[in-house]
């Protein structure tokens, strides 16, 4: 019953990575967006046009200058505002999913916690059984204060983000500072030993 509980926990681990590089995947993507909302919009003709024009002085491309870019950028900035809505989306949407798992990552911890003290009362051989515990309350700690990063930074994201504060946002998620992976991999190796009676 324990190793179930611990190798559901390792596995719930492993989708919620999935989930938060996903989130980080939409917040880069975000961050882009955002930097070229934010630029001011390029006004000057490019020089090759203007050589163009000086070479070849047409009516249809003296109309392209005044009035191509206008179009192109309009169509652009419609397909950009689609990308940044269904980015923000998918921001909230993995924060969401990580948050569920986590939940569920906090009732493992809590049955192994339950079948810790049954073993402890029964006076029943241990194996690994108090290092895995340890592991997953570790792990599902670290987990939460990544939530936490995860929460402010989802709130945080506007479309008048200043770009330094996009670039930290998006280091600080993709670094996963609380999160030991080399604990994750002991846990695992844990499980495979299966030494819990």
């Not at 596995?11 to 070229?36: C, D, P």
């Not at 990308?83 to 798992?101: M, N, Y």
């Amino acid at each position: 019953m324990a190793l179930q509980i611990a190798a559901q926990f390792v596995s719930l681990v492993q989708s919620w990575r999935e989930a938060h590089r996903s989130g980080g995947k939409a917040l880069s993507h975000l961050a882009s967006f955002i930097g070229s909302i934010q630029k001011p919009p390029h006004k000057q003709t490019p020089n090759i046009l203007k050589e163009l024009l000086e070479e070849v002085p047409t009516e249809a491309l003296e109309k392209y200058i005044q009035n191509g870019s206008k179009r192109g950028a309009s169509e652009t900035g419609w397909n950009t505002a689609e990308a940044v809505g269904a980015s923000f989306k998918e921001l909230h949407h993995t924060t969401d999913i990580c948050s569920r798992i986590s939940k569920t990552l906090e009732e493992l911890v809590d049955e192994m916690s339950a079948s810790y003290k049954s073993s402890l009362q029964k006076d029943a051989p241990m194996g690994n059984l108090e290092d895995i515990m340890y592991s997953m309350v570790v792990l599902f700690e670290a987990i939460q204060k990544e939530m936490d990063v995860m929460r402010r930074v989802t709130e945080a994201v506007q479309l008048d983000t200043k770009p330094s504060n996009l670039r930290t946002y998006c280091l600080v998620w993709d670094l996963e500072p609380y999160l030991d992976l080399n604990l994750v991999e002991h846990l695992s190796g844990l499980i495979k030993t299966g030494s819990i009676q």
